[in-house]
């Protein structure tokens, strides 16, 4: 379904289409520059890389032969894009390294028998939609930006880009398991920085 | 071996652990018998269900967040380097 979408995309790109080329520069700049923001210290720099990005896709758009998804390879041009700036600053991102903090520390609430002491705090939700509060939604990318680089980004790229696990693993050179463990810690993470807006509202 | 096994699959799931599977769980990565212990664990603690729900809603609530569309002159920037290929 994707690759079809993709397909007729494409055809619309290569043919010149000014429409869908901003269609797919709205939808996807955004999540290119919070991506390329884990890479490198200052907001200007990960727009740089973004800028980057955006012309290597252009350039390579005849080249690209769809063996991944179109959103996979510009997310691939931006990682190797970002790889580079990263480097050019000397930093160092340890994106393979599990050495980042366990879930559990934030989920004090168990007992010696590992059952919860009390009912964990919940969370308000939308009453409309199978979503977090508007209130709380407000709150989800501070929660995000405050995660350790590799969380973050795996985090951002897995449920906001809304690559798929494959992508992922491919794109930081993750096993399968390190991939599900740093995207755990982060959701984790990301719902227990939400729970004092609940406790202390009330 | 296979003893130990047998024991651990009788060994009834506690929080702590079901809080360490939820990913696993939603990614579909559990074996079967984690998935029966995972689900089992589920149908009779509540405070288990609701951190599950919690943490469906973080996901989804992440999957709808409205990223801020680029800013204009970045906008014309690129649109004009997407004429400049096709006619050049």
């Known amino acids: 379904m994707a690759v079809d979408d993709d397909e007729d995309l494409l055809i619309r790109l290569r043919a010149g289409d000014e429409e869908a080329f901003e269609e797919f520069v709205v939808h996807h700049d955004s999540a290119l520059r919070r991506v390329a923001r884990t890479f490198v210290r200052t907001p200007s720099a990960a727009d740089e890389v973004v800028q980057e990005t955006w012309l290597a896709v252009l350039r390579g758009l005849s080249g690209f032969e769809a063996r991944s998804s179109l959103r996979t390879w510009v997310f691939r041009i931006l990682m190797n894009r970002a790889r580079t700036a990263a480097t050019r600053e000397a930093r160092q991102v340890p994106f393979s390294t599990l050495d980042e903090d366990d879930p559990s520390v934030f989920e004090p609430g168990f007992g010696r028998d590992g059952r919860w002491i009390s009912a964990p705090a919940r969370l308000d939700g939308d009453p409309e939609r199978q979503l977090l509060s508007r209130e709380l939604r407000q709150h989800l990318l501070d929660a995000v930006d405050n995660l350790p680089p590799g969380q973050r980004v795996v985090i951002t790229l897995r449920d906001i880009v809304g690559l798929d696990a494959d992508d992922v693993c491919e794109l930081l050179d993750l096993t399968d398991v390190n991939q599900r463990v740093l995207l755990h810690r982060a959701r984790a993470r990301v719902r227990a920085e939400l729970v004092p807006w609940v406790e202390n509202r009330q | ?88």
């Open chain 2, 1 to 88: 071996m296979p003893l130990f096994r047998r024991h651990r699959h009788v060994d009834p799931l506690v929080c702590r652990e079901f809080v360490q599977l939820v990913s696993d769980y939603l990614e579909g990565a559990l074996p079967e018998d984690q998935r029966l212990r995972f689900e089992a664990h589920l149908a009779e603690c509540d405070g288990c269900e609701g951190y599950l729900e919690d943490m469906r809603r973080v996901v989804d609530s992440l999957h709808a967040v409205p990223l801020a569309p680029p800013e204009p002159a970045t906008r014309e920037a690129l649109l004009r380097a997407f004429r400049d290929l096709r006619g050049g």
